[in-house]
C-alpha cells in the first residue's frame, strides 16, 4: 500500500526531540524499513536534527518536511492567523502545518491516509482525498464530549487506539462501533533490559538506600506531588526517591509554578529526594537500572502508560494507580492502588515493598515476563496487522 502518516505538527520525524507518538512512529518506519511492507510517507515538522539522520535513507520510507520555525515561518504563520481569524479546530501554528501538508497531498494518490492523535485534521481531508482514512490515537481525542465529534467518527475508515480504555471512550460515540482496534503501545524494551545502571555515588546515593523512582513530565496529573507527600509520611531516612524528568519533552524547559511548588515541598525531606531535570531519554533506563522499585502514580485517565512499560523492562517491582489504560498492561504483576486516600495507599505500598524484599524479588521477575509483550517490534507487527481491517 501507499500510505501517507499525518503527524501532530508539533515534534520532528524522526523523533530528535523525543515524543511517545513520535517514538512509536519510529518504531513502526523502522519495522517497514526492514521488511518492506509499504510505501510510506510522513509529513512532519522540520528540525535540522534530523538532516542527516540514517533513517532518511530508506528506500521505502520518505520523509517530506513543513518548517514551522523561523522568521519567514512566523510571517506566514500570523498571515494565516490573520485570514483564518481563529476559526480553527487546533491551534493556528498546527492548523497552519496542516494546510501546508493538504496543498501536498491533494496532489498525491495514496491508499491510507493514517492521521496521528488529531482526529480534527479530518474535517479538511473529507473530500480531499480518495484514501481511506485512519486515526492513530494517543489520547482520549475522540469521545461524545469533542467539538463536531460525530461529523469525525463518521468521516474514519478505521480508528486505532492505544488501549482498551481509549477505544471504549470512543464507544461514548457509538456503543455498536466496529471501527475502534486495540493497539497496545511498544517500547524498545531491550534498551531497558540491557543497560548498565550508573553508580549511584554520582547522584549521591548508596548502596544500603531504597531507592524508588518515578519518571515522566512534572505536571500535576502526573500524581508526583502526592508521592512527595507520601515519602515525607513515611519518614525514614533510607528511603529516597529519585524524581527523573521535567515538564515537557526536548530540551528547551522551563521552571513551572507546579515546578516550583513539588521543590518547595520536598524541602522537608531535601536529604532523601533528588532532581535530575531532563534526561536524555537514552540514559532514562541507565536511571531506572539504579532504583529498587518504580513508581508510577498517575492521578488522571492515563491513556496507556509508557512509563509503566518502561519500570517493567527495567525488571523494577512497580506501585501504580487504577488510571486508564494502565491495569491493562500490569494487572497481576504490579501494586495497582486507588487515587482516593491517594497519599496513604502509595505510602503502605512503598513500605509493604520496603519491608519484603521475597515480594520485590517475585515482582521483579514478573514485570520483566510481562514487559516482552510490549516489544516495539511486536508493537510495529500488530500495527501493520491492524490496518488490514480497512473497509
Given at each position: 500500500?501507499?500510505?501517507?502518516?499525518?503527524?501532530?505538527?508539533?515534534?520532528?520525524?524522526?523523533?530528535?526531540?523525543?515524543?511517545?507518538?513520535?517514538?512509536?512512529?519510529?518504531?513502526?518506519?523502522?519495522?517497514?524499513?526492514?521488511?518492506?511492507?509499504?510505501?510510506?510517507?510522513?509529513?512532519?515538522?522540520?528540525?535540522?536534527?534530523?538532516?542527516?539522520?540514517?533513517?532518511?535513507?530508506?528506500?521505502?520510507?520518505?520523509?517530506?518536511?513543513?518548517?514551522?520555525?523561523?522568521?519567514?515561518?512566523?510571517?506566514?504563520?500570523?498571515?494565516?492567523?490573520?485570514?483564518?481569524?481563529?476559526?480553527?479546530?487546533?491551534?493556528?501554528?498546527?492548523?497552519?502545518?496542516?494546510?501546508?501538508?493538504?496543498?501536498?497531498?491533494?496532489?498525491?494518490?495514496?491508499?491510507?491516509?493514517?492521521?496521528?492523535?488529531?482526529?480534527g485534521y479530518v474535517l479538511k481531508l473529507t473530500g480531499k482525498t480518495t484514501a481511506k482514512l485512519v486515526l492513530h490515537q494517543g489520547n482520549d481525542f475522540l469521545n461524545n464530549q469533542v467539538s463536531q465529534y460525530h461529523k469525525i467518527y463518521e468521516a474514519f475508515d478505521l480508528i486505532l487506539n492505544v488501549s482498551s480504555y481509549i477505544s471504549e471512550r470512543v464507544r461514548t460515540i457509538n456503543?455498536?462501533?466496529?471501527?475502534?482496534?486495540?493497539?497496545?503501545?511498544?517500547?524498545?524494551?531491550?534498551?531497558?533490559?540491557?543497560?548498565?545502571?550508573?553508580?549511584?555515588?554520582?547522584?549521591?546515593?548508596?548502596?544500603?538506600?531504597?531507592?524508588?523512582?518515578?519518571?515522566?513530565?512534572?505536571?500535576?496529573?502526573?500524581?508526583?506531588?502526592?508521592?512527595?507527600?507520601?515519602?515525607?509520611?513515611?519518614?525514614?531516612?533510607?528511603?529516597?526517591?529519585?524524581?527523573?524528568?521535567?515538564?515537557?519533552?526536548?530540551?528547551?524547559?522551563?521552571?513551572?509554578?507546579?515546578?516550583?511548588?513539588?521543590?518547595?515541598?520536598?524541602?522537608?525531606?531535601?536529604?532523601?529526594?533528588?532532581?535530575?531535570?531532563?534526561?536524555?531519554?537514552?540514559?532514562?533506563?541507565?536511571?531506572?537500572?539504579?532504583?529498587?522499585?518504580?513508581?508510577?502514580?498517575?492521578?488522571?485517565?492515563?491513556?496507556?502508560?509508557?512509563?509503566?512499560?518502561?519500570?517493567?523492562?527495567?525488571?523494577?517491582?512497580?506501585?501504580?494507580?487504577?488510571?486508564?489504560?494502565?491495569?491493562?498492561?500490569?494487572?497481576?504483576?504490579?501494586?495497582?492502588?486507588?487515587?482516593?486516600?491517594?497519599?496513604?495507599?502509595?505510602?503502605?505500598?512503598?513500605?509493604?515493598?520496603?519491608?519484603?524484599?521475597?515480594?520485590?524479588?517475585?515482582?521483579?521477575?514478573?514485570?520483566?515476563?510481562?514487559?516482552?509483550?510490549?516489544?516495539?517490534?511486536?508493537?510495529?507487527?500488530?500495527?501493520?496487522?491492524?490496518?488490514?481491517?480497512?473497509?
Amino acid at each position: 500500500m501507499k500510505i501517507a502518516i499525518l503527524t501532530s505538527g508539533v515534534l520532528p520525524i524522526p523523533s530528535v526531540q523525543g515524543g511517545a507518538v513520535e517514538n512509536l512512529i519510529d518504531f513502526c518506519l523502522e519495522y517497514n524499513d526492514k521488511h518492506q511492507l509499504h510505501d510510506i510517507t510522513v509529513y512532519s515538522v522540520y528540525d535540522p536534527d534530523v538532516k542527516n539522520h540514517p533513517a532518511r535513507y530508506s528506500k521505502v520510507n520518505h520523509y517530506r518536511y513543513i518548517k514551522t520555525n523561523g522568521y519567514v515561518a512566523k510571517i506566514l504563520k500570523d498571515i494565516y492567523l490573520k485570514i483564518r481569524g481563529g476559526r480553527e479546530y487546533y491551534h493556528y501554528s498546527v492548523e497552519y502545518f496542516f494546510e501546508r501538508v493538504l496543498w501536498n497531498i491533494k496532489r498525491k494518490k495514496y491508499n491510507v491516509i493514517i492521521v496521528e492523535n488529531r482526529p480534527g485534521y479530518v474535517l479538511k481531508l473529507t473530500g480531499k482525498t480518495t484514501a481511506k482514512l485512519v486515526l492513530h490515537q494517543g489520547n482520549d481525542f475522540l469521545n461524545n464530549q469533542v467539538s463536531q465529534y460525530h461529523k469525525i467518527y463518521e468521516a474514519f475508515d478505521l480508528i486505532l487506539n492505544v488501549s482498551s480504555y481509549i477505544s471504549e471512550r470512543v464507544r461514548t460515540i457509538n456503543p455498536n462501533d466496529s471501527k475502534c482496534k486495540t493497539v497496545l503501545n511498544g517500547i524498545d524494551t531491550n534498551s531497558f533490559l540491557c543497560a548498565k545502571p550508573f553508580s549511584r555515588q554520582r547522584l549521591g546515593l548508596n548502596e544500603k538506600d531504597f531507592v524508588i523512582v518515578y519518571s515522566g513530565r512534572l505536571t500535576k496529573e502526573k500524581g508526583v506531588l502526592e508521592l512527595i507527600h507520601a515519602i515525607c509520611k513515611l519518614n525514614n531516612s533510607k528511603i529516597k526517591l529519585l524524581i527523573i524528568g521535567a515538564n515537557a519533552y526536548g530540551t528547551n524547559q522551563k521552571t513551572t509554578k507546579f515546578i516550583q511548588n513539588l521543590q518547595h515541598e520536598a524541602l522537608q525531606i531535601k536529604d532523601r529526594v533528588k532532581f535530575t531535570g531532563f534526561i536524555d531519554y537514552q540514559e532514562v533506563p541507565l536511571y531506572l537500572k539504579m532504583a529498587d522499585i518504580a513508581v508510577v502514580p498517575s492521578m488522571w485517565e492515563e491513556p496507556f502508560g509508557l512509563t509503566v512499560v518502561e519500570a517493567m523492562a527495567a525488571g523494577l517491582p512497580l506501585i501504580t494507580t487504577r488510571s486508564g489504560g494502565i491495569p491493562e498492561i500490569c494487572e497481576g504483576v504490579a501494586t495497582i492502588v486507588n487515587r482516593e486516600d491517594i497519599v496513604v495507599n502509595l505510602a503502605n505500598a512503598i513500605l509493604e515493598l520496603y519491608n519484603h524484599p521475597e515480594k520485590r524479588q517475585a515482582m521483579a521477575k514478573a514485570s520483566l515476563e510481562r514487559s516482552k509483550l510490549f516489544d516495539k517490534e511486536t508493537y510495529a507487527r500488530n500495527f501493520f496487522a491492524a490496518l488490514e481491517h480497512i473497509k
